[in-house]
C-alpha cells in the first residue's frame, strides 16, 4: 500500500467529510456520500453536527474581484495587547458594517501571532474608496496601534480559500518582458 493511500485511510471519517466539503460544498450530499462510499443521511447527519459544533461555521463563494471591478488590499496592524475596550472595538466595528458603509468588502479578518498582529482582506471599487477605509481603520484604532499600519494591494490570487484560481496560467502575463 502506497504512504498516500496509508495516510488517506487513517484519515477519521470527519475529517474526510470535511475534505470534500472544502474541494465543493455545492456538491449533492448523494455525490459526496458516492465518494465516500457511505449513505446520503450519514453525510448529512456527519454535517449537521459539524455544522452545530461549529466546526464548520460558514460557506463561501471564491469571488474573482478583477471581473467584477474591484481590487483586493491587505492591511497590516502592529497593535498593543488585546484588552476588553480593544475586543469591544472590533467587535462593534463589526456589527455595525462599518465597511459596507465605506464600499468595502471584508474578505479575510485574522488575529495572529507574529509580526503583524492583525491582517485585514478586503476589496474595494478603486484606490480612493481603500485608501479612505483604511484610513478610517487607522483613526478607529489609532490609540491601540504600535506602529503605522500598512496597506498592499493584491496583483494575483493563487489561491483562495483553498481553491486554486481557474485562471492560475494568467500568472504569466506578470512575467516582465
Same mark, same amino acid.
Do not use: C
Given at each position: #500500500?502506497?504512504?498516500?493511500?496509508?495516510?488517506?485511510?487513517? !484519515?477519521?471519517?470527519?475529517?474526510?467529510?470535511?475534505?470534500?466539503?472544502?474541494?465543493?460544498? +455545492? =456538491?449533492?450530499?448523494?455525490? @459526496?456520500? &458516492?465518494?465516500? %462510499? +457511505?449513505?446520503?443521511?450519514?453525510?448529512? =447527519?456527519?454535517?449537521?453536527? !459539524? &455544522?452545530?459544533?461549529?466546526?464548520? *461555521?460558514?460557506?463561501?463563494?471564491?469571488?474573482?474581484? +478583477?471581473?467584477?471591478?474591484?481590487? #483586493?488590499?491587505?492591511? !497590516?496592524?502592529? #497593535?498593543?495587547?488585546?484588552? &476588553?475596550?480593544?475586543?469591544? /472595538?472590533? @467587535?462593534?466595528?463589526?456589527?455595525?458594517?462599518?465597511?459596507?458603509?465605506?464600499?468595502?468588502?471584508?474578505?479575510?479578518? /485574522?488575529?495572529?501571532?507574529?509580526?503583524?498582529? *492583525? @491582517?485585514? #482582506?478586503?476589496?474595494?471599487?478603486?484606490?480612493?474608496?481603500? $485608501?479612505?477605509?483604511? %484610513?478610517?481603520? =487607522? $483613526?478607529?484604532? %489609532?490609540?491601540? !496601534?504600535? &506602529?503605522?499600519?500598512?496597506?498592499?494591494?493584491?496583483?494575483?490570487?493563487?489561491?483562495?480559500?483553498?481553491?486554486?484560481?481557474?485562471?492560475?496560467? %494568467?500568472?504569466?502575463?506578470?512575467?516582465?518582458?
Amino acid at each position: #500500500m502506497s504512504e498516500k493511500t496509508q495516510k488517506s485511510n487513517k !484519515l477519521g471519517f470527519k475529517e474526510k467529510l470535511i475534505k470534500e466539503l472544502l474541494k465543493d460544498p +455545492t =456538491r449533492s450530499l448523494k455525490k @459526496i456520500a &458516492e465518494k465516500l %462510499d +457511505t449513505y446520503r443521511q450519514k453525510i448529512w =447527519r456527519k454535517k449537521k453536527e !459539524l &455544522e452545530e459544533k461549529k466546526v464548520i *461555521w460558514g460557506y463561501t463563494a471564491v469571488v474573482d474581484e +478583477t471581473k467584477k471591478d474591484h481590487v #483586493m488590499y491587505i492591511a !497590516l496592524l502592529k #497593535m498593543k495587547p488585546m484588552s &476588553e475596550d480593544l475586543a469591544e /472595538l472590533i @467587535i462593534d466595528r463589526q456589527i455595525k458594517g462599518v465597511q459596507e458603509i465605506q464600499e468595502v468588502q471584508l474578505v479575510n479578518v /485574522l488575529y495572529l501571532n507574529g509580526q503583524y498582529d *492583525w @491582517i485585514l #482582506m478586503f476589496t474595494a471599487p478603486d484606490h480612493a474608496a481603500a $485608501r479612505r477605509y483604511f %484610513d478610517n481603520v =487607522r $483613526r478607529a484604532y %489609532d490609540e491601540y !496601534l504600535l &506602529e503605522k499600519p500598512v496597506m498592499v494591494d493584491v496583483n494575483f490570487s493563487l489561491i483562495r480559500e483553498g481553491k486554486v484560481n481557474p485562471d492560475l496560467k %494568467d500568472l504569466h502575463d506578470f512575467v516582465p518582458v
